[in-house]
């Protein structure tokens, strides 16, 4: 049993595939061609800058019309939070009163992730950013430091992440790891664990299915 929950931001604890999936969508079709949505969504789940570099180089269309897309939906979101992942909040609450800990750990900037949770009215024990000095995932350094900080033994913690970045980030500083992936749009799974819903972590933490 894990006792402390290592969350990924985007992907996992926020579900933001489907807004950034139809925004590429669109960018095809306003330069007049076609994509199928779950070609896009196959692309984004591995990377956003791998899915702007295939589809700028497929189409034709200059990757900086993406960049704007995405530029776009994410100052939108700043307004309209994408909503949080099914069972998310749940699962925050029962981690939290199990005695454990929710330890955030995203790309995004500190201020930017930290206005996110506050318009989902998300609370977690801590967040640590590559915005705070650190190297970008899979280095394990956001992991490490937020062990140190806390006197964590990585034994009693679970990573859980929607990418295999997430899983080597998190099992080079000797945490094991859960992938949270949509059987229409695999990852090439690194983690210990291959989940379709945030429910399924329950029995790892040792908690009880949802009332």
């Known amino acids: 049993m894990y006792e402390h929950l290592f969350w990924d931001m985007g992907g996992t604890l926020v579900d933001t595939y489907p807004q950034l999936d139809e925004s590429f969508v669109r960018?095809?079709?306003e330069?007049?061609?076609?994509?199928?949505?779950?070609?896009v969504a196959r692309l984004t789940r591995r990377s956003t800058g791998e899915a702007i570099?295939?589809?700028s180089s497929r189409f034709g269309i200059d990757a900086s019309a993406f960049e704007q897309a995405h530029d776009e939906l994410k100052a939108r979101w700043e307004r309209e939070p994408a909503p949080v992942m099914p069972g998310a909040r749940e699962l925050l609450a029962d981690v939290r009163a199990a005695g454990g800990l929710n330890l955030l750990v995203t790309h995004r900037d500190r201020a930017?992730?930290?206005?996110?949770l506050d318009g989902l009215g998300l609370v977690v024990d801590d967040l640590i950013s590559t915005a705070d000095g650190f190297d970008r995932k899979p280095a394990p350094d956001m992991y490490l430091e937020l062990?140190?900080?806390?006197?964590?033994?990585p034994d009693e913690c679970l990573a859980v992440g929607d990418?295999?970045?997430?899983?080597?980030?998190?099992?080079?500083?000797?945490?094991?790891a859960a992938t949270l992936e949509s059987p229409d749009a695999p990852v090439d799974d690194e983690g210990d664990f291959e989940i379709a819903?945030?429910?399924?972590l329950r029995p790892l933490l040792g908690l009880p299915e949802p009332a």
Request: glycine share 6%.
């Open 163 to 176: 990418r295999p970045i997430d899983a080597l980030a998190a099992h080079a500083a000797g945490i094991r």
């Open 147 to 153: 062990l140190r900080r806390h006197g964590l033994d």
């Open 53 to 55: 570099a295939t589809l």
């Open 27 to 29: 960018v095809v079709t």
């Open 31 to 39: 330069h007049g061609r076609e994509v199928a949505p779950l070609e």
């Open 112 to 116: 930017s992730a930290q206005s996110l």
């Open 197 to 200: 819903a945030l429910d399924q």
